[in-house]
């Protein structure tokens, strides 16, 4: 029996996600490695993970183990990446592992992105709920061990 293409855009979803989980690994962060994926007509047009600005050095966080306030996420690093390269992210969907802020929210609906797929909830759902007041499908998938 052939899979339905709902079927397949799922499969296609975990898939996505799993890649993402894998590329959250390059994170120097100790608190919490995020990996993030734009694709578009199924080809990963960026990447990121969350981490400091380029020069600066791979630490996090601070002497406390608070997350230092430059640190950028992931979200914010594939979409960054992307305006420095000849790709448009107009209409692409945005593979994250854990659900975006408020902040990254806005860059996504700025980025014209128009779905978003996430693994893992964070206890603030401000840019989830920003996300689809703005018409982006939101989409959690919990990710397969």
Known sequence: ????????????????????????????????????????????????YNGTPSGFENVCEDEQNVTKPYVLHAEANAITKIARSNNSSDGATLYVTASPCIECAKLIIQAGIKRVVYSERYRLEDGIELLRRAGIEVLFLEAEK
């Open 1 to 48: 029996m052939e899979k339905s293409a709902t079927d397949k855009q799922h499969e296609l979803d975990l898939r996505y996600l799993r890649m993402a989980g894998i590329w959250a690994e390059n994170s120097y962060c100790k608190r919490r490695q995020v990996g993030a994926l734009i694709v578009k007509e199924k080809m990963i047009i960026s990447d990121g």
